[in-house]
């Protein structure tokens, strides 16, 4: 089981930048694809951005593409989301993941395939 710790949320000005990042412990870190989802108030948990194993797979949901980029440092267990030109609609606890499968080649993650999550970090974004 690997444990999960998102930092970085924070209230921002609509079209500021925010860096999330999620430290991770309890296992090799390199092996598994990891994601990053998001929780608005009344509404179910969505797919942001997941990165493979190797970082050599990228998905973005299109409601942050062009506007955000996911990376990994796996010499430091992290994993980062830098959100760029943010937008009140942006405003959710963020959530970070981490996939269930080792060398899984793909980077699109559904909740199931997850199997374990950070407690999250709030972003909030005003007008």
């Known amino acids: 089981q690997v444990q999960l710790v998102e930092s970085g949320g924070g209230l921002v000005q609509a079209g500021g930048s925010l860096r999330l990042s999620c430290a991770a412990s309890?296992?090799?870190?390199?092996?598994?694809?990891m994601a990053w989802f998001r929780q608005a108030p009344g509404k179910e948990r969505e797919f942001v951005a997941g990165?493979?194993?190797?970082?050599?797979?990228?998905t973005y949901a299109d409601s942050v593409k062009g506007r955000s980029t996911i990376s990994r440092d796996n010499a430091k267990n992290t994993m980062y989301l830098q959100m760029n030109s943010l937008k009140p609609e942006d405003t959710a606890v963020y959530y970070c993941?981490?996939?269930?499968?080792?060398?899984?080649?793909?980077?699109?993650?559904?909740?199931?395939?997850?199997?374990?999550w950070g407690q999250g970090t709030q972003v909030t974004v005003s007008s």
């Open positions: 993941a981490a996939d269930r499968r080792a060398y899984y080649y793909g980077s699109y993650y559904s909740q199931s395939s997850l199997g374990s």
């Open positions: 309890g296992r090799t870190f390199s092996m598994y694809g």
């Open positions: 990165i493979n194993w190797s970082g050599g797979s990228i």
